[in-house]
């Protein structure tokens, strides 16, 4: 067995050794289905993101208890968990809905936060405003540490705008936010009593328009580097089965990127799919041992856990959301992907809420393949 393989299931086992916490989640009807979320990130196409989380809210059905998010992930991630624990589904669905718009270039955002912003949610580097053009511009040449020797971050301000951490922390949904660790590269996940606005900074850091968030000393980038989004940390938090990924990079393209944005916006695509991909393989391969009979198929505190996997993704939308699209920050933008979200969740409960808790409906063999030959 593999050095990777073998990391990933001693994993499987350290996490699930440890007592899980209790969930301080209501008791629903007895058609209630527990399920975790896991938020990707990817700029602008958060607010489908938004989509999705404000339709799953509304379905009674469901009863969300775990949250893992990168980046724009994290932040939707922090707005669920703060509603959740305020005032319950509806106060979570009003703030997702009054932070997006607060974001948009319709927004009551300063100009320099609105830079931030527009910056945070372009999947490409279009510049809209003077100053947002005059920041593009000396992003290539010089670094934050030059453009910013204060280390002001105005994204900082809107975090603590809109979430009450304490309240985060004390509400009964775990949430995992992922950095990467700038010294070792590794993964890092905040969660619990290292829930903060500086952690959702540091998900949200993008080298090349913040300085890294030092956390107790140790610098973090953007979490989508390492875990666009994290899903192991469900094995050991929540006690439910089940796992809905959002996801809002595209996977495949048909058409070969020829342009230097089209370039870039297909790295940026494959870059932050790629350690979700790696994920989903290690979690098909404990499967296959744990279907094989190999490996002892267990629950709670027993060594593995098969999870069952489900997604939501852009699906054609995202495939004409190309490197040529001018990516917005206006609030109708945000609505037609909000609009995409909200009918992309409902597709998949109509075809797929009975299979929550039963089976997966993502391939992870196929989605999780490598090309061989």
Do not use: C
């Amino acid at each position: 067995m593999t050095g990777t393989w073998k990391s990933y299931l001693d994993g499987l086992t350290r996490w699930n050794r440890v007592d899980p916490p209790q969930i301080n989640a209501k008791i629903g009807s007895s058609t209630t289905k527990k399920i975790n979320l896991a938020l990707q990130g990817g700029g602008a196409h958060g607010a489908f993101t938004w989509g999705v989380l404000d339709e799953l809210l509304a379905d009674e059905r469901l009863e969300i208890v775990g949250l893992s998010g990168a980046s724009a992930g994290a932040l939707n991630a922090v707005m669920v968990a703060d509603g959740l624990a305020r005032g319950g589904r509806d106060e979570a669905r009003q703030r997702l809905g009054e932070f997006w718009r607060a974001t948009s270039a319709g927004g009551d955002l300063p100009a320099v936060q609105r830079a931030v912003a527009d910056r945070l949610f372009s999947m490409m580097p279009f510049a809209a405003t003077p100053v947002q053009n005059w920041l593009e511009a000396m992003s290539h040449y010089f670094s934050p540490y030059e453009l910013n020797p204060l280390n002001i971050n105005p994204l900082k301000d809107l975090i603590d705008r809109f979430v009450d951490f304490d309240a985060v922390r004390a509400g009964g949904v775990p949430v995992f936010i992922a950095a990467t660790n700038v010294h070792t590269g590794r993964l890092r996940i905040f969660s619990g009593d290292a829930l903060s606005a500086d952690a959702v900074m540091a998900s949200a850091a993008l080298p090349f328009m913040f300085r890294a968030v030092e956390i107790d000393g140790v610098p973090y980038w953007d979490g989508g580097y390492m875990g666009n989004p994290a899903i192991f940390p469900f094995l050991q938090e929540t006690d439910a089965d089940d796992v809905l990924v959002v996801q809002i990079n595209p996977v495949t393209r048909a058409t070969t990127p020829r342009t230097s944005a089209e370039i870039v916006n297909r790295l940026n695509e494959i870059t932050f799919n790629s350690a979700l991909i790696a994920e989903l393989r290690s979690m098909d391969f404990a499967n296959q041992l744990i279907d094989d009979g190999r490996l002892p198929r267990g629950a709670g505190q027993n060594p593995y856990r098969k999870l069952h996997l489900h997604r939501i993704h852009l699906g054609s939308l995202g495939e004409r959301l190309t490197a040529s699209s001018k990516l917005k920050t206006d609030f109708d933008f945000f609505k037609l992907l909000h609009r995409a979200g909200q009918r992309a969740a409902r597709s998949f409960l109509e075809h797929h809420f009975d299979d929550i808790g039963q089976r997966s409906t993502l391939d992870l063999a196929a989605e999780s393949g490598i090309e061989w030959g």
